[in-house]
């Protein structure tokens, strides 16, 4: 197939770009600088600069471009960097879709558990209605924008990524330093659920929608057995071999991080993966410890 990757440079794109190159797929990356590598195509979302012919006769388009949301304290500034990169970028890819001659067969585009806000112990499924806040209402404009691909007949995937575990970067590479040293402990009281999923599992339910005529519309990409925030600190200290004995109270976190704390760090959300489970998605991390020892083993 014919993929075009837009945020092939971040983690999750790297993992999918390797992931397609090895099926043999024929994959193009968007890049904001000149093109210099094959297989390269410059735009400038900001400028809804993309050129259609470059991207004419693709079969799927994977949009997973935005801004880290978790890169620091919520200025009003960054809040608009966040928004803005995401809308940029999917409405450039949207409104180039429009321009082609043939539409891909799918858009899949990302978007986050976020949506759902704080949900305490309730369940959560992608039947549940978006939440309150700034990440809800950022997910909730970000898959109205990507929406415009089914409104042009393309089959359009959402996919609303969790706590994306992977060495190499995300909340558990920045948690890791902490609790090699032995100083690692729960985020407040630790009761609050965490939706997570590894990052095999994400390249896997990427490909999954690419590949399955029945992936549309929004989809969980979370493992099927979420866990609280003490669970999972208490078991990536038993993998690493160390105590969790300094738990952060939220005041500290909220502290430093703001609002950030509170809609990422502290929010309890508890979401069910079922739509993949329905499509016959076969996850191969399911449960959190053997997620992290393939995570730390890399």
């Not at 809308?87 to 180039?96: D, K, N």
């Not at 890791?176 to 009281?189: C, D, E, S, T």
């Not at 939706?195 to 990409?221: F, K, M, P, T, Y």
Request: net charge positive.
């Amino acid at each position: 197939m014919k993929i075009v990757v837009a945020g092939a440079s971040g983690l999750i794109g790297r993992a999918l770009v390797a992931a397609l190159h090895e099926r043999g797929d024929d994959v193009r990356q968007l890049v904001r600088r000149p093109a210099k590598e094959p297989g390269e195509i410059f735009w400038q979302p900001a400028m809804r600069e993309l050129d259609p012919t470059a991207i004419e006769g693709v079969d799927a388009i994977v949009n997973l471009a935005g801004e880290n949301i978790a890169g620091g304290r919520w200025t009003a500034a960054r809040r608009q960097r966040i928004l803005s990169s995401r809308v940029e970028a999917t409405r450039t890819l949207v409104t180039t879709c429009a321009k082609l001659a043939r539409k891909p067969a799918v858009f899949v585009n990302a978007s986050a558990v976020g949506i759902y806000g704080e949900t305490g112990d309730s369940e959560v499924t992608e039947a549940s209605p978006p939440g309150l806040g700034f990440l809800p209402e950022t997910c909730l404009i970000w898959e109205t924008n990507a929406e415009g691909a089914a409104r042009l007949g393309v089959r359009t995937v959402l996919l609303r990524f969790g706590v994306v575990l992977a060495r190499e970067g995300g909340a558990l590479a920045k948690m890791l330093p902490v609790f090699r040293i032995g100083l690692g402990g729960r985020l407040g009281a630790g009761a609050q659920w965490m939706s997570w999923v590894s990052l095999d599992d994400v390249v896997g339910a990427v490909l999954h929608a690419i590949d399955r005529a029945e992936c549309r519309g929004a989809i969980n990409v979370v493992a099927p057995a979420p866990v609280t925030n003490a669970e999972f600190t208490a078991t990536l200290a038993d993998a690493l071999g160390r105590p969790a004995l300094f738990p952060v109270p939220a005041w500290v976190l909220r502290a430093i991080f703001g609002e950030m704390a509170t809609e990422t760090l502290l929010v309890s959300t508890r979401a069910r993966p079922a739509r993949l489970i329905e499509t016959g998605y076969g996850f191969r991390y399911p449960a959190i410890a053997p997620a992290l020892r393939a995570a730390l083993a890399g």
